[in-house]
Structures are given as structure tokens and as C-alpha cells.
């Protein structure tokens, strides 16, 4: 299995609402990133998690909030969203000391209402 | 962290060999280039990585010269399927969660 896999494909939340999004890799990697995009630029960086251990987060609103419960797994809960964080989110994940780059997922698209 | 510079847009036709380059001045001695291509609502999707001199796979080459402050992404007889964004990183693959930060990408537009 060499796939990130990302779910939702598509989510459509009010501001008030409570959702989380899932992401998914059984390639062994001990890296995992939340990444958001926005229509025409490029990604940017939300959280890193390396060996289940959150050891980046851009400084991201506490609205947001990564979990890694395991090492296949990572989630982003999202609560009390703004229609501004609509976009699309990419969940990666990678190797350590390989040189073999990232493997993204197909991303969830978001849109707040 | 090594900031790039890359074109925002190049334009070639089916066929043609297409050469992007992208600029990296402060790149440090630990930090390797990598090349993603993206398609509109999809996940980047990983093209090439080197450290130093010339890298070749099934789909591009990287040339990197020896100071290591550019490299140039060549796709040999594109398609129009090549029609993308690609993005050059640079950073630092060693160790887990490494921070990597997209530059804006150069837009890559290709016609019959």
C-alpha cells in the first residue's frame, strides 16, 4: 500500500458544528503533516507529527486541533470554524532518511458555512 | 529555512522539452531538492529529489550545480497531461517531521 487516504472527500459544516477529518497510511512512515490550501496557492504548513508526537504546529487556531492515535493514523477535529477556513486540507505522510519525499493524499475539501 | 524562487508561469507545446528552474540561495548543506507536480483538487504528487549534480527517473531529470544554489526541473516531451503546478522544496529529509514549505510553484501550461 503505498496511498495516503483521506476522508472526507468532500465536507460541508456550519460554523457551529463539530466535524474531523481522517487520514489514513500503512507505508510504515513515522512523519505525518496537515497541510491547507487555498484556491490558487500553494500549500501551507499546520502541524507536524513525528512518532505520535505533535512537534510542529504553525501556529495554527486552537479551532483546529490535530490528533495521532496511532502511527497509521491522523486527525484533524475542527470546531467553531469560519467560512475563511474553507480550502482544501492535505493530510502527507514520510519516511525519515530516505530522500523519498512526501506522500500526499487527495485532500478533503471543505467548505463553512 | 531556504526560501525558492521559481517563475509563476512557462508556456510549451506537446513534444518540447520544458526546463524549470528554481532558485534557492540559502539553501543549507543538510537540505535536499524535491520537485512535486500538482493537478487542481489533488494532492501534490512527488516527482523527483536530489542532493548534488544530475538525478534521473522514468518522468524528469534535476540538474543541481555544484553550489547547489539552483536546480532546473526537466521534463523531456511534454504532454498535455503535464499541465500542472510544480513546486520546488528544499529541506532537510532526515529525521522525522521535517518542516518543508511550498514556494508559490510555477504554473506550467501545455498546448497541442
Known amino acids: 500500500d503505498t496511498e495516503v487516504t483521506q476522508t472526507p472527500k468532500h465536507l460541508v459544516m456550519g460554523m457551529t458544528n463539530k466535524k474531523s477529518l481522517k487520514c489514513e497510511q500503512h507505508?510504515?512512515?513515522?512523519?505525518m503533516y496537515w497541510y491547507k490550501q487555498k484556491a490558487k496557492k500553494p500549500p501551507e504548513l499546520m502541524f507536524v507529527?513525528?512518532?505520535?508526537?505533535?512537534?510542529i504546529n504553525e501556529s495554527v487556531p486552537s479551532r483546529f486541533s490535530p490528533e495521532c492515535p496511532n502511527s497509521s493514523l491522523l486527525n484533524l477535529h475542527l470546531h467553531a470554524l469560519q467560512p475563511e477556513d474553507s480550502a482544501l486540507y492535505l493530510c502527507?505522510?514520510?519516511?525519515?532518511?530516505?530522500?523519498?519525499?512526501?506522500?500526499f493524499g487527495s485532500g478533503t475539501r471543505l467548505t463553512v458555512v | 529555512l531556504a526560501k525558492t524562487t521559481q517563475p509563476i508561469s512557462m508556456d510549451s507545446y506537446e513534444g518540447q522539452e520544458v526546463n524549470i528552474t528554481c532558485s534557492h540561495n540559502?539553501?543549507?548543506?543538510?537540505?535536499?531538492i524535491t520537485w512535486y507536480q500538482q493537478f487542481p483538487s489533488q494532492g501534490p504528487r512527488f516527482i523527483i529529489q536530489?542532493?548534488?549534480t544530475k538525478v534521473t527517473n522514468e518522468v524528469a531529470s534535476l540538474f543541481i550545480p555544484a553550489d547547489r544554489k539552483s536546480s532546473t526541473l526537466s521534463l523531456p516531451r511534454v504532454s498535455l497531461s503535464d499541465t500542472a503546478v510544480y513546486y520546488c522544496?528544499?529541506?532537510?529529509?532526515?529525521?522525522?517531521?521535517?518542516?518543508?514549505?511550498f514556494g508559490t510553484g510555477t504554473q506550467l501550461k501545455v498546448e497541442l
Open positions: 502527507a505522510s514520510s519516511i525519515s532518511g530516505t530522500g523519498k519525499g512526501y506522500t
Open positions: 507505508m510504515g512512515h513515522r512523519a
Open positions: 507529527y513525528s512518532y505520535e508526537k505533535l512537534s
Open positions: 540559502n539553501i543549507a548543506t543538510n537540505d535536499y
Open positions: 536530489g542532493y548534488k
Open positions: 522544496l528544499v529541506g532537510d529529509p532526515g529525521g522525522g517531521g521535517n518542516k518543508l514549505t
